[in-house]
């Protein structure tokens, strides 16, 4: 080996020695800075929490509603002809049936009399024919000729016939006498009344008298397409499991509940909301038809638990809290029934022995240490 080669091979060894201090030299750098720039965690923190309690929680919601009768009619008359009696006045309660007016009802008389009359003579003309008729076929045909027989049988034919429209025109002039009485058809409460007798009236001219039904009566109030979506989905009848009460515009919260009864079939494209009907006794006439109340809607919740919504934090997938369990920081998803007055109502199973977080909870590695502070719900409000 020439000794120009080995000063060649000399001085690559040290090159390669100086490059590898260089590198080891520039990786502790970096590594001190990065152990610099990484602040120390806390092996142990405090954090203060208070008990879950269960409880039998009732929930109430508040809408707007309108009073609306179940029952109403307006009665118009089907006769022409003048008032000759007026049984009721305004404000008084009628039953099915009960007499309210009555039309003078002698033109009407007189049209019923006279179709008896034309009934009784196409009764005579059909007797007659029809005894005619049983002559001519018991005769036979060797006595009677054909033209005989068959004039025999139209003119019965004619007259059972005639003898059947008498008998309707009799009906139809029944009808028509029956029609100068006007009767209530549900029962319920008189409206104003303006008519005295001998005012003439048209037949379908218009209302004459107005009769609403009180009791029961009806209150009509909507829920969001979304409430209405989450009452189907959570597996229970809609709103049969629910309380429904009335406040009135005196601030009165009405004594009866009300009975839900059925939900609108379709969706109120405007508002995104659907109708809901509920009914409610009213024997003492305090709910009045289109006047607007108030409407609680109340459920009992069983075990159920209450969290302050700024205790949660909102995740995309979900509402959130921080449980202490076992002894461990646990992020919870909660099962949300109902939210109200800044609270969470939720249905999750939790133990005696868990806790709810109230701190902020900081940024923490599997080997921190938690340690609680527990409060009362009292002491930290």
């Known amino acids: 080996m020439s000794e120009n080669f080995k000063h060649y091979l000399t001085r690559r060894l040290w ?70 009696d007026i049984w009721v006045k305004g404000g008084q309660d009628v039953k099915i049936g009960d007499n309210l007016l009555k039309i003078d009802p002698r033109e009407y008389k007189a049209s019923y009399n006279a179709a008896i009359a034309s009934r009784n003579q196409a009764k005579a003309q059909f007797n007659n024919a029809k005894i005619y008729f049983e002559r001519i076929k018991k005769a036979g045909s060797k006595a009677v000729s054909k033209t005989e027989y068959d004039n025999a049988q139209a003119q019965f034919l004619a007259a059972k016939a005639s003898l059947e429209a008498a008998k309707a025109n009799e009906q139809k002039a029944k009808v028509m006498l029956d029609y100068t009485v006007l009767q209530a058809s549900i029962n319920g409460t008189v409206g104003n009344v303006s008519l005295t007798p001998g005012n003439y009236v048209s037949s379908g001219a218009g209302e004459l008298l107005s009769i609403v039904q009180y009791n029961p009566i009806r209150v009509v109030f909507s829920i969001s397409d979304k409430e209405y979506l989450n009452l189907l989905n959570s597996g229970t009848d809609i709103l049969k499991d629910q309380i429904i009460r009335i406040r009135l515009a005196n601030g ?130």
Request: with cysteine; aromatic share 10%; proline share 4%.
């Open 15 to 84: 090159w390669i020695v100086l490059a590898i201090i260089f590198i080891f030299a520039v990786y502790c750098a970096e590594s001190q800075n990065a152990n610099s720039a990484v602040p120390e965690k806390s092996s142990e923190i405090e954090l203060t929490v208070i008990p879950l309690k269960k409880e039998d929680i009732s929930s109430q919601t508040e809408y707007i509603g309108y009073i609306t009768p179940i029952h109403q009619v307006s009665l118009t008359s089907n006769v022409s002809g003048y008032i000759s």
């Open 252 to 381: 009165k919260v009405y004594q009866e509940n009300g009975i839900f009864q059925f939900t609108d079939n379709q969706i109120n494209n405007s508002t995104n909301s659907i109708a809901v009907y509920a009914d409610f006794e009213n024997p003492n006439k305090e709910l009045v038809a289109n006047a607007y109340v108030d409407v609680l809607l109340e459920k009992q919740y069983k075990d159920a638990f209450v969290i302050e919504q700024k205790y949660t934090t909102l995740l995309p997938e979900g509402v959130f809290a921080y449980i202490i369990r076992n002894k461990q920081l646990v992020k919870t998803k909660l099962n949300i029934l109902a939210s109200e007055n800044n609270n969470y109502i939720v249905g999750n199973k939790f133990g005696e022995d868990e806790y709810l977080v109230v701190d902020k909870v900081p940024v923490i590695t599997p080997q921190t240490k938690v340690k609680i502070k527990v409060q009362s719900q009292q002491e930290h409000n």
